[in-house]
């Protein structure tokens, strides 16, 4: 997709900071981290979110990639939550298939009421 910049950071045509890369995934920062390390881990291939007929077995590459992140940002062992916001209701903004890796802090216990 042109106008993707997550296709763009996976390119390298857009700037990241890389934490890891391989032939069908990359993971990088977010650039407005919300917990102590906040790392976002996406397919190369695009797809829109979740719901977009998503390759299972990209999905397994894709989610089956988490703990090899985690490991590398250090928050293995301590723990770490992982979030996939996916459309209207799930608040998504980047409408490039993402995982939120999420860690160095304990999360909150409840994400609140929806609204
Ligand atoms: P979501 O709201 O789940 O779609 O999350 C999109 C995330 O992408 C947000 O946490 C943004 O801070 C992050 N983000 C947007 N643009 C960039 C970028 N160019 N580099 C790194 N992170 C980005
Ligand atoms: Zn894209």
């Known amino acids: 997709m042109t106008d993707c910049i997550f296709c763009k950071i996976a390119a390298h045509e857009l700037d990241a900071d890389i934490v890891y890369e391989d032939d069908d995934v990359i993971a990088f920062e977010d650039m407005n981290p919300q917990t102590p390390v906040h790392t976002l881990l996406i397919p190369k291939k695009h797809y ?13 590459t894709l989610f089956g990639k988490v703990p090899l992140i985690a ?16 459309g209207a209701h799930g608040r998504q ?9 999420l860690g160095g802090a304990n999360m909150p216990i409840s994400m609140g009421p929806a609204d």
Do not use: F, M, P, Q
Request: aromatic residues 6%; proline residues 0%; without cysteine.
């Open 48 to 60: 829109d979110n979740l719901s977009d007929d998503v390759d299972e077995a990209l999905l397994g």
């Open 93 to 101: 903004t980047v409408y490039h298939l993402h995982i939120h890796i």
């Open 71 to 86: 490991r590398l940002k250090g928050i293995e062992e301590s723990g770490y939550r992982i979030v996939a916001n996916t």
